[in-house]
């Protein structure tokens, strides 16, 4: 099999939309603001891995860093591509740190409630700190599943400095959800040492997972 040229490149928020919409279970963008890197395979758009700053306050908190200073990986939705999902990874965080020269921590989660268990942070060498504890979700009347965040008894949340509309919990139904395994990437030596006490180790692939 000859060799991929694997490139990746700023993605416009169209072509994220595009392809969170068709190649990932969620089939939908998270909420900005996003940091959205594209991947191309012999000059072919094969998908993004989008990082998300600031949709989680706290997410940093713990670590003593600034919003600036981190993010979350929020997506990677692909199509069917010829190069391992590891090498695209790595490829988006050397993109991004080079653009980025501050961040020093990103942040993932692989949810049980849809068989992940994080074999792809495990096979990049992400540091694994545990389970988050089991939280509320809700089922829309149109039968999505709604995060906790856009359901509020009064109708409207604000998001970015606007005011969202969303949705009552009366208008849905409220269900059980695992709690997330979180993993950490460090990306530098001094956050490295930090965190490296967190660690855990790696959750196995559940029986049923495809």
Known sequence: MSKVDLKVDWATHA???????NWHYSKSLPVPPLVKIGAWEDGVFI?????SRGA????LKGFGL?????CELV??????????VSEIIKKSIWFLKKENPKTRLLVSFADPSEGHHGGIYQATNWIYTGKQSDSIEYISPTGKRVHGRMVKKKGWTVCMGKVRKTLTPDQCTPI???????????LDKKMRKQILPLAQPYPKRPDNAD
Do not use: D, W
């Open 15 to 21: 072509a994220a939309k595009y392809a969170c919409e």
């Open 47 to 51: 998908g993004v891995v989008l990082f």
């Open 56 to 59: 989680n306050n706290n997410l």
């Open 66 to 70: 600034e919003v600036t200073q981190g």
């Open 75 to 84: 997506r990677i939705a692909l199509k069917k591509h010829k190069s391992f």
């Open 176 to 186: 059980t959800k695992p709690g997330k395994h979180r993993y950490l990437m460090p």
